[in-house]
T-cell receptor, first 113, second 111 residues
């Protein structure tokens, strides 16, 4: 079975702190994604990556950056956390570059105070 | 711009009461339509992929169908364990692997 592991299930941070969310997948998938999920808004794509060191902006990249130094690992970085970044963050991967279903991690619930 | 709209937002069913969820979409060219199930506090779990109009997929009490403009997820004789939020997502031919998600339908099945 494909496993996508997110390093933290729950985080509480203060405004202005730098936040790292880590995601690892174990099935050699090409694509990796970061979404945030908010009630009534559904899943919104922050960034995705189709290869090591490659990244593309999604629909809501402002205030976020990403890093993909190894194929299996995709990190989301909040340079200076703000209260409006309080959300559920979901990492996902897919096998092929242009098609295929997503496999999600369990999610990281971030609260920024 | 690609759009995905799911209805209803919420659905309350009695155990055994069959119903359908709708996912309507607007994309320039459809590469695939995906259904996911999400339990509270967890990540979405993949259910089905549909690629072309007329295609159907089944899994236990769930059946997904696809037309040129919408997809339906039919729940036949649901059980309480079918309670979850069901998400629909589309992948366009020019999307380079990106997905557009609907807001989901929250289904509650009572005994």
């Amino acid at each position: 079975d494909v496993k996508v592991t997110q390093s933290s299930r729950y985080l509480v941070k203060r405004t202005g702190e730098k936040v790292f969310l880590e995601c690892v997948q174990d099935m050699d998938h090409e694509n990796m994604f970061w979404y945030r999920q908010d009630p009534g808004l559904g899943l919104r794509l922050i960034y995705f990556s189709y290869d090591v060191k490659m990244k593309e902006k999604g629909d809501i990249p402002e205030g976020y950056s990403v890093s993909r130094e190894k194929k299996e690992r995709f990190s989301l970085i909040l340079e200076s956390a703000s209260t409006n970044q309080t959300s559920m963050y979901l990492c996902a991967s897919s096998l092929f570059r242009t098609t295929g279903e997503l496999f999600f991690g369990e999610g990281s619930r971030l609260t920024v105070l | 711009e690609d759009q995905v709209t799911q209805s209803p937002e919420a659905l309350r069913l009695q155990e055994g009461e069959s119903s359908s969820l709708n996912c309507s979409y607007t994309v320039s060219g459809l590469r695939g339509l995906f259904w996911y199930r999400q339990d509270p506090g967890k990540g979405p779990e993949f259910l089905f992929t549909l690629y072309s109009a007329g295609e159907e997929k089944e899994k236990e009490r769930l059946k997904a169908t696809l037309t040129k403009k919408e997809s339906f997820l039919h729940i036949t004789a649901p059980k309480p364990e079918d309670s979850a939020t069901y998400l629909c997502a589309v992948q366009a031919t020019d999307s380079w692997g990106k997905f557009q998600f609907g807001a989901g339908t929250q289904v509650v099945v009572t005994p």
